[in-house]
């Protein structure tokens, strides 16, 4: 009898990006690092973009298509390989097979899927309603799950968790959408008492989004409505914030086979020709953060003591960037953690890791086999 030769499979990784946010075209970006970093002779690859619109369609495999270049944004449609047809994930956990629709034509299997690797930023993606529906599926996947994913993308429960495991935020107040369409003044004033507490300025943000979009920084009465408008332009919460006096530190966490570890920290210094930290200076401008951070050895350990901290507190999996302000008295307030950070090579999460060991392409391997190697449903 003749010895069976054959190979057996390479996982196969769907990486899944776009979506229907206002950050679609940073996860593009992101999706577009991942595909050039994946070990293609240890996995098969199946890129899956997610229109703005919601559409799922099968793109292009063209990591250099998907960068920004001269300032323009990358979007899925124009990687897609068709403008109509759409790729259908089952919902049965015993069939894991992707199905490609086309109109007027047999639905084509293009075969079974291990794990995915959800590159969705903001609402639709990050926020647990991709993870339930992989979760539905029976398919493995990097990262977050359903609670965890919904809880770090509401900033307002993402601080209320943070508060009952004892861990240091800064002031804060919510305006609920009933709040502000039934009496905006009512809302205003609640802000306004907020500021006359704290002090101005204040910052206005959606407490559903991510990548600095819909954030403004206001200095005084007179900009707060355009503020709020343009806070729900992304989300119909808002949060208001108090400006926090202090240095802007990151840690990332990553899922070891022994646990949750930090890397070293990196800081965002003060940023020239913006007020803050916003979309043009991470995204278009480049501003780049100093890994490590120039924080002493003890301030260091506190700051990626916390950072696994927060990891635990809401239960992440995988990976986590938290993001903290080293206060001028030296304390830690930690401002909110991301479920799935920013992950281009320049990201801060993975020039953290490389800084701490970790490179690139293992960081994408680590992530994957974690993933590959915990099974879905409660845990």
Not at 123 to 141: M, R
């Amino acid at each position: 009898m003749s010895e069976n030769t054959q190979s057996p499979r390479k996982p196969r990784v769907a990486v899944v990006f776009g979506g229907r946010s206002s950050e679609h075209a940073i996860s593009v970006v992101t999706a577009g690092a991942v595909l050039s970093a994946i070990d293609r002779d240890k996995y098969d690859v199946l890129p899956i973009g997610i229109t703005t619109d919601g559409r799922w369609a099968l793109t292009a495999d063209a990591p250099e298509r998907m960068a920004i270049a001269d300032r323009a944004l990358p979007n899925v449609a124009d990687l897609a390989e068709s403008e109509e047809g759409g790729v259908v994930l089952s919902v049965d956990p015993a069939n894991r097979e992707v199905v490609l629709t086309e109109p007027g034509a047999v639905p084509k299997a293009l075969g079974e899927v291990d794990v995915v690797f959800p590159m969705l930023h903001g609402p639709y993606g990050e926020d647990g309603t991709l993870q339930g529906l992989l979760e539905l599926s029976g398919v493995p996947y990097v990262g977050a799950g359903v609670l965890a994913s919904a809880v770090g993308q509401d900033k307002e429960y993402m601080k209320r968790v943070f508060v009952s495991f004892g861990l240091p935020v800064g002031p804060y107040e919510v305006i609920r959408p009933r709040e502000w369409e039934q009496s905006p003044a009512a809302a205003r004033k609640k802000i306004v008492e907020f500021a006359a507490e704290h002090g101005w300025p204040l910052f206005v943000k959606p407490a559903r989004g991510g990548s600095s979009m819909g954030i403004t920084k206001v200095d005084d009465l007179s900009g707060l409505d355009e503020a709020i408008e343009e806070a729900r332009r992304h989300d119909p919460k808002i949060l208001v914030e108090s400006l926090l006096r202090g240095r802007e530190i990151e840690c990332g966490v990553l899922e070891f086979e022994d646990g949750p570890r930090a890397s070293v920290p990196a800081e965002i210094p003060p940023v020239t020709n913006h007020d803050f930290y916003d979309f043009e200076a991470k995204y278009i401008d480049s501003a780049s953060g100093i890994v490590p951070a120039p924080i002493g050895d003890e301030a260091t350990a506190e700051v990626q003591r916390l950072a696994v901290a927060a990891y635990e507190a809401v239960s992440c999996e995988g990976l986590v960037r938290a993001d903290f302000f080293l206060t001028e008295d030296g304390e830690f307030v930690i401002n909110e953690i991301n479920t799935m950070p920013g992950f281009t090579p320049i990201s801060m999460y993975p020039r953290m890791w490389q800084e701490s060991g970790v490179g690139y392409p293992e960081l994408v391997d680590r992530l994957i086999q974690a993933a590959l190697n915990r099974s879905t449903g409660l845990r």
